[in-house]
Structure formats: C-alpha cells, structure tokens
C-alpha cells in the first residue's frame, strides 16, 4: 500500500500504531465492519490516518485479502468523510467479502459519520 494516497489520507501499517488506536479509539460496530476512531499525534494533524485489518475468522488469504481490497476501495469513495487529525482503525468481520460492495460502502459511510458525531460530542459509544 502506498504510503500516502491523495490530499489527507495516510495509510497505517505499523502494528504498534494499530494497537494504540484500538486501545485509545471509540468503537461503532457495524454488521460487516468495526471502526475505531481516535485523536491524531500532533504532528500528523493535517492527515486522517487510516489502517485496514482483517481477523482470523477467514477461510483463507484469498478470502481475507479480497475482503482488504474491498474495505480499501470503500474508504477510498468515502475519503471525504475522514476528518484531518484523526485516526481510524477499520476492521473486517468474516463474510465482507461475500457481501455486495454498495451495501459495503453504505455501512463504512454510517460508521464513519456516526464515529464524527461521537467524537465531536465527547459521547462514548453504546446503545445506537
């Protein structure tokens, strides 16, 4: 993946930076994904970063692969709703890449307007 695609967006590899946000971020849990979203190092403030991961429940590398490229692509049509400063950690859940990929973008769009709203009022994350 390349390091940065486009104005604003910065992809997160490294697996220390991934665990920070699971652990520092606000969860909104969707049917076919979970995002956490979390407050940027300062440094990094004019870029969302954003990490795609995929669990274990996959039935193999084909499987788990083509549900990344999938969670890539939808991120990549919904770049606008990503706020500069902020980090967001975009997880998989086993049957995505199955699903059809409107129906894929159309959650991401949810869990990430929903995740703004959430942090923007301080609100933990529950009952929605």
């Not at 795609?52 to 990344?68: C, E, M, P, Q, S």
């Not at 199955?98 to 949810?110: A, R």
Request: charged share 30%; proline share 5%; hydrophobic share 35%.
């Amino acid at each position: 993946m390349p390091e940065e695609d486009g104005p604003g967006l910065r992809w997160v590899t490294g697996s220390k930076e991934i665990r920070s946000i699971r652990r520092a971020g606000i969860l909104q849990r969707g049917s076919l994904v979970f995002v956490w979203t979390s407050e940027s190092v300062p440094n990094e403030a004019d870029h969302a970063a954003v990490a795609l991961v995929t669990g274990r429940g996959f039935k193999g590398a084909v499987a788990r692969n083509l549900a990344k490229r999938r969670l890539r692509g939808s991120v990549l049509d919904k770049r606008d709703l990503l706020e500069p400063g902020k980090r967001y950690l975009i997880e998989g859940r086993p049957g995505l890449e199955k699903v059809d990929y409107q129906i894929l973008v159309n959650e991401i769009s949810d869990l990430l307007s929903r995740s703004v709203t959430c942090v923007k009022k301080g609100r933990e994350p529950g009952g929605e």
